[in-house]
């Protein structure tokens, strides 16, 4: 694979006729395992919010009697309360919507952020030694990090618990500079040399 710019795939027009797709990037986002957690954190948290409320609160002013006037008091605080968790929710989901990883033919771009946006660029031409990180629930529920060395800035980049990393480690081996690949064999070459 020479580059992601350069992939072309078949497929098919409006009118049935096959034409080339060209794939300028890819675009990596944080394994969707976590926005589930999250909201699931965030509804377990409402809960023993409104359990809270309606035990320590609500209980002490109720004394066994409902009173019409309690009732109209708890509809509006309820919405609220529905209306505050609905925002969180939304802002979760948007916040990972934000921030993502692309892969094109020249660089790693993370990008981040709603209104204020930050991009770290990482060219491809600086990268090397990558590796795969993924624990034992990692593997079972496919999420992982990809680590690289960038020699340029002297310090580790990573892909942060993202979806499926083995195919994406894959599409990076193909697309990063082959400099360390040339390393291990040279070192190998000379290593057989020393034992003849």
């Known amino acids: 694979m020479p580059g992601i710019a350069n992939k072309k795939l078949l497929g098919l027009n409006k009118n049935g006729k096959e034409e080339q797709i060209v794939v300028s990037h890819l675009t990596i986002r944080e394994s969707i395992t976590f926005l589930v957690l999250r909201l699931l954190a965030l509804e377990i948290i409402?809960?023993?919010?409104?359990?809270?409320?309606h035990n320590f609160i609500l209980s002490p002013t109720v004394k066994n009697a409902i009173s019409p006037d309690l009732i109209i008091f708890n509809?509006?605080?309820?919405i609220l309360l529905v209306?505050?968790?609905?925002?969180?929710?939304?802002f979760i989901i948007i916040q990972w919507l934000n921030e993502y990883y692309e892969i094109t033919s020249k660089e790693i771009?993370?990008?981040?952020?709603?209104?204020?946006?930050?991009?770290?660029?990482?060219?491809l031409e600086h990268l090397g030694s990558l590796r795969i990180e993924q624990d034992v629930i990692g593997r079972i529920l496919n999420y992982?990090?990809?680590?690289l060395y960038n020699w340029a800035l002297g310090k580790e980049v990573s892909?942060?618990?993202?979806?499926?990393?083995?195919?994406y480690h894959h599409v990076l081996q193909s697309l990063l500079p082959s400099a360390d690949e040339e390393k291990k064999v040279f070192r190998e070459h000379m290593l057989e040399k020393e034992k003849l």
């Open 46 to 53: 409402a809960a023993i919010g409104i359990i809270i409320f």
């Open 109 to 123: 771009i993370h990008k981040k952020g709603l209104i204020f946006r930050r991009e770290e660029k990482y060219k």
């Open 75 to 78: 509809i509006p605080l309820f």
């Open 144 to 147: 992982g990090s990809l680590k």
């Open 83 to 90: 209306l505050v968790k609905t925002f969180i929710m939304i």
């Open 159 to 167: 892909l942060y618990l993202i979806h499926n990393p083995r195919k």
